[in-house]
């Protein structure tokens, strides 16, 4: 069923009349080394007061987009000051990472903020933390938001477990694929999708878990109009017509039951691998995500190939 818009912390602040929402901020002198510093997915006020002395006290400033940065300096009264804003997305190389590494072997710290949420998690950065580790320089995390805790906090799915996908490949048989091997994850998997796409993924969704399988789609997390729509998969798919969708999704597709690896689950993993694979090769996919024997698994694979074939 869809839930209702519902009123949330995030709307609350949102609606709070504007003022100065300045706090006290502690200008600090920083060691040496690389910050990665968490920013607001929505709500400009979710930022820890220990990211806002980072952003305060650091040497240089790196973001995926300085614009956005410079926005959330002024909003929390920072001044850059003298400092140095450097850029660093997705395209960026070996040289802007060069030029980062060399500050801070020069004795300065370094500030890095991605667009919204924390570097790294489907961000920027990786690169550049392994290029920082491997000069043996130090890197230290300033935690904060990230929309994909965010939705498996209000998701309604299991917690003990899940495993973060990310975006899925665009094109339907390799999305399949993917979906197939995240269907033998014991796990709630959390995958972050475009709302243009969403009807495909929901749609693949149907075909490899199957219909009635329980699914949360959280949109505008931390936004004013910050919604989550839940029930199976099937059932939010018919919704979506009704729905109005921005921004990124980050979508929750519950893990399987133990009675989810009947003889009808396995040939349908396998019909969605065989899409893109060989054989032999789907056989072991499956097999491995379904923690079943191989050689099962592979005559299973090879019956449905030569069923397939003869039709």
């Known amino acids: 069923m869809c839930l209702p818009r519902h009123t949330s912390f995030a709307r609350l602040i949102n609606d ?20 990665v510093v968490a920013t607001p997915i929505g ?13 305060a006290s650091a040497d240089v400033l790196v973001a995926e987009d300085t614009r956005t940065l410079r926005k959330l300096l002024e909003l929390h009264g920072i001044h850059l000051g003298q400092r140095r804003l450097w850029s660093y997305h997705d395209h960026s ?19 890095y903020t991605s667009d919204a949420g924390t570097p790294m ?21 300033a935690p904060g938001p990230s929309a994909a805790i965010n939705a498996l906090v209000l998701g309604g799915m299991p917690t003990d477990q899940f495993h ?20 033998g994850i014991a796990a709630t998997a959390v995958v972050y999708e475009t709302p243009k796409r969403l009807s495909a993924m929901l749609t693949a969704i149907a075909a ?4 009635d ?15 989550v729509t839940r029930g199976t ?24 039951t133990q009675n989810d690896s009947s003889e009808d689950a396995i040939d349908d993993a396998l019909r969605n691998a065989l899409l893109t694979l060989r054989v032999k090769d789907a056989a072991n996919a499956v097999a491995g995500a379904m923690g079943l024997p191989k050689r099962d698994v592979y005559q299973r694979a090879l019956a449905l190939a030569q069923k397939d074939d003869s039709t």
Request: overall charge neutral; aromatic content about 4%; hydrophobic content about 40%.
């Open 16 to 35: 709070h009349p504007k003022g100065d929402q300045r706090v006290t901020i502690q200008q600090t002198s920083l060691e040496p080394g690389l910050y």
């Open 43 to 55: 709500s400009s006020r979710d930022i820890t007061l220990r990211a806002l002395d980072v952003l």
């Open 93 to 111: 190389g070996g040289a802007d990472r060069t030029r980062i590494v060399k500050a801070i072997q020069d004795g300065q710290s370094v500030a």
């Open 121 to 141: 998690i489907a961000d920027p950065g990786y690169q550049l933390v392994q290029d920082v580790l491997a000069h043996d320089l130090a890197v230290t995390s």
């Open 164 to 183: 973060f996908a990310g975006f899925l490949p665009p094109q339907d048989a390799a999305r399949r694929t993917a979906l197939t091997g995240l269907k």
């Open 208 to 211: 490899v878990y199957g219909a």
């Open 213 to 227: 399988h329980p699914i949360a789609v959280c949109r505008e997390m931390t936004k004013r109009f910050e919604t």
């Open 233 to 256: 998969a099937q059932a939010v798919l018919d919704q979506i017509p009704e729905m109005t969708l921005k921004g990124e999704i980050v979508l929750l597709i519950g893990p399987m």
